[in-house]
């Protein structure tokens, strides 16, 4: 109910020439929208997380929508600096893509090219070693495409019956106790993509065809190489994807993902992305300690000249997003009027 009246509340200030009006404020001038995509569906992926997935023709309808609203995209490290040194052309934008996944490579990276847009990767690393797919987000996936059906040999995998498929819910809770275990026997990704293979055995999934497919992977190794070599900017977002709260953990985490994008782009990364938009004040130091210099969220704004730079706020743009949204956004309005802030804390929530 409320996301409706906001919507009809949009509609009605883009109609009465409010977009254009802050759009070429001096306070929408003063201001970065970091944009923030996820994952550009190979198949179906958007159908069974919106909020993750979108389309391909949708990215490609926002690409033309910034070029339609006079938007300036710009490299994200030159926007940072420009926005400190008050310096922004107007209605300035940066595009990022968190994860670096192997669907970016396919989708989204041949539209960005076609419409010659500057973009960033924040990568992380571990699985572009391995070509394997991300253990949670596939168990998440199988049972999503075999909602209908029953489930045989669960209690191999450590799972107790009976066992609802049906929800968001009762498929979280699996995965939920699939991560659990993984976590407490301290598996290693490739031990965690045999349990993956068994949990497709059990749900009739061929698993060597699924893999074969490249979804929910990550770019390779000679992916990553080629799409920095082509003018990407590959940055960091953790080796493992997680942000330990023990200090020389974490840095650690940051250390291995800049010598691996190193080794594979032959660049140095300094911009940071936390991993599930998580994060906490004591980072702040331990990033500036590892020479980051900026890093982002997933708390929904624009980015201002004096705000802190380990916490950028920017726009998760999803499937979910209307057009008239989007373009409130671009325009600054979207912030403005935006009723909830900050990103959910945790790493992992169902949908319903
Ligand atoms: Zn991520």
């Given at each position: 109910?409320?996301?409706?009246?906001?919507?009809?509340?949009?509609?009605?200030?883009?109609s009465a020439?409010?977009?254009?009006?802050i759009?070429n404020?001096?306070?929408?001038?003063?201001?970065?929208?970091?944009?923030?995509?996820?994952?550009?569906?190979l198949?179906?992926?958007?159908?069974?997380?919106?909020?993750?997935?979108?389309q391909?023709?949708?990215?490609?309808?926002?690409?033309?929508?910034?070029?339609?609203m006079?938007?300036?995209?710009?490299?994200?490290?030159?926007?940072?600096?420009?926005?400190?040194?008050?310096?922004?052309?107007?209605?300035?934008?940066?595009?990022?893509?968190?994860?670096?996944?192997?669907?970016?490579?396919?989708?989204?990276y041949p539209?960005?090219?076609?419409?010659?847009?500057?973009?960033?990767v924040?990568?992380?690393?571990?699985?572009?070693?391995?070509?394997i797919?991300?253990?949670?987000?596939?168990?998440s996936?199988?049972?999503?495409?075999?909602?209908?059906?029953?489930?045989?040999?669960?209690?191999?995998?450590?799972?107790s019956?009976?066992?609802?498929?049906?929800?968001?819910?009762?498929?979280?809770?699996?995965?939920?106790?699939l991560?659990e275990?993984?976590?407490?026997?301290?598996?290693?990704?490739?031990?965690?993509?045999?349990?993956?293979?068994?949990?497709?055995?059990?749900?009739?999934?061929d698993?060597?065809a699924?893999?074969?497919?490249?979804?929910?992977?990550?770019?390779?190794?000679?992916?990553v190489?080629?799409?920095?070599?082509?003018?990407?900017?590959?940055?960091?977002?953790s080796?493992?994807?997680?942000?330990?709260?023990?200090?020389?953990?974490?840095?650690?985490?940051?250390?291995?993902?800049?010598?691996?994008i190193?080794?594979?782009?032959?660049?140095?990364?300094s911009?940071?992305?936390?991993?599930?938009?998580?994060?906490r004040?004591?980072?702040?130091?331990?990033?500036?300690?590892?020479?980051?210099?900026?890093?982002?969220?997933?708390?929904?704004?624009?980015?201002?000249c004096d705000?802190?730079?380990?916490?950028?706020?920017?726009?998760?743009?999803?499937?979910?997003?209307?057009?008239?949204?989007f373009?409130?956004?671009?325009?600054?309005?979207?912030?403005?009027?935006?009723?909830?802030?900050?990103?959910?804390?945790?790493?992992?929530?169902?949908?319903?």
């Open positions: 109910m409320l996301r409706e009246i906001k919507l009809a509340a949009l509609d009605l200030l883009r020439g409010a977009f254009g009006l759009a404020s001096q306070w929408r001038r003063e201001r970065l929208l970091i944009l923030c995509y996820h994952g550009i569906s198949e179906d992926e958007h159908q069974w997380r919106p909020g993750l997935y979108m391909a023709a949708l990215l490609e309808q926002r690409l033309e929508t910034l070029r339609a006079h938007c300036s995209v710009l490299p994200l490290g030159e926007a940072l600096t420009r926005l400190r040194s008050r310096d922004l052309p107007s209605r300035s934008v940066a595009i990022t893509f968190d994860d670096g996944t192997h669907d970016f490579y396919k989708q989204a539209l960005l090219k076609k419409h010659n847009y500057p973009v960033t924040y990568q992380t690393t571990y699985y572009t070693d391995h070509e797919p991300i253990f949670n987000l596939t168990c996936y199988m049972l999503w495409k075999r909602r209908g059906v029953r489930f045989s040999g669960a209690k191999e995998l450590g799972l019956e009976p066992l609802d498929l049906t929800t968001e819910l009762g498929r979280h809770r699996i995965v939920r106790t991560i275990r993984s976590e407490r026997e301290n598996l290693t990704g490739l031990q965690k993509n045999e349990i993956a293979r068994r949990l497709a055995d059990g749900l009739g999934i698993y060597t699924f893999t074969g497919k490249r979804l929910l992977q990550l770019m390779n190794a000679q992916e190489a080629e799409v920095a070599r082509n003018g990407v900017d590959v940055q960091l977002h080796h493992r994807h997680r942000t330990p709260e023990d200090e020389s953990l974490f840095r650690r985490e940051i250390t291995e993902n800049r010598e691996r190193r080794a594979l782009t032959g660049r140095e990364a911009h940071f992305c936390y991993p599930s938009g998580v994060y004040p004591e980072f702040f130091g331990w990033l500036k300690k590892d020479d980051v210099i900026s890093a982002t969220t997933c708390d929904a704004g624009l980015a201002g705000d802190n730079p380990f916490s950028l706020p920017r726009f998760v743009d999803t499937t979910g997003r209307s057009q008239t949204e373009e409130s956004w671009l325009s600054g309005v979207g912030s403005l009027v935006a009723v909830r802030k900050a990103a959910s804390q945790t790493y992992i929530v169902p949908e319903d």
